[in-house]
């Protein structure tokens, strides 16, 4: 497994959710500290996942009320 194989992986995820793209997480295999890069990144995409679900849940409920003000 050399570095660019995983490497890539992770420039094609970040980018992605750079972009706003929260669908995607690192799949592929990785070892050392790419791996620790790969496990935090994964795992950045899941907290901006929920906190996202979490904005829109609040405005779905929030906007209603400001309509009747």
Do not use: S
């Amino acid at each position: 497994m050399n570095l660019t194989n995983q490497v890539r992986p992770l420039a094609i995820v970040t980018k992605a959710v750079a972009g706003g793209d929260l669908a995607k997480e690192i799949e592929a295999e990785a070892k050392g500290e790419i791996l620790e890069l790969k496990n935090t990144v994964n795992g950045m995409v899941v907290r901006l996942r929920a906190l996202a679900a979490e904005v829109t849940r609040v405005t779905l409920y929030i906007l209603p009320v400001v309509a009747d003000l």
